[in-house]
């Protein structure tokens, strides 16, 4: 089967993504991974969470600072991180559509991070609660 210029670039730049995980991974000791496998699934997921919110990403996205941000939360697990990490990276993109993105990336993470690890204790569905709460407390 040959392949066009179009889809040789989008496999190498897949390719390249999914590195960029994983070298996320490499970067902190913590003992979680994900696999090349489980890296494309959480692309995927990000990508359709980007169309389901009409966003759009130029560079790396924001996956890579949403792991290096998660990472070495004492709340995260080896058999549940793909799905943790495919719904904090939806619920950053519900938060910055309610703030109208008005609040800086890294601000947001490391606000849901010490709300994951603190207030909600590992749990995302608190997680959003609480953001629930604060939009509500600022109108």
Partial sequence: ME???????????????VQQL??????KQTGLV?????????????????????????????LPDLIQTFI??????????????????????FAKNQCHDHIDDQVLLDWMRDCFDHEAAGSVELVYAQLMQSLEEDR
Avoid: K, V
């Fill in 3 to 17: 392949h066009t210029l179009f889809q040789w670039m989008e496999c190498a730049e897949q390719d390249n993504e």
């Fill in 72 to 93: 070495d939360s004492p709340y995260l697990e080896e058999d549940t991180l793909l799905d943790q990490l495919e719904q904090l990276q939806e619920l950053f993109f």
């Fill in 34 to 62: 994900l696999t090349g496998s489980q890296c494309m699934e959480l692309i995927e997921c990000h990508r359709e969470t980007l169309r389901e919110y009409g966003r759009i990403e130029f560079n790396q996205g924001i």
């Fill in 22 to 27: 994983l070298n996320c991974f490499d970067q």
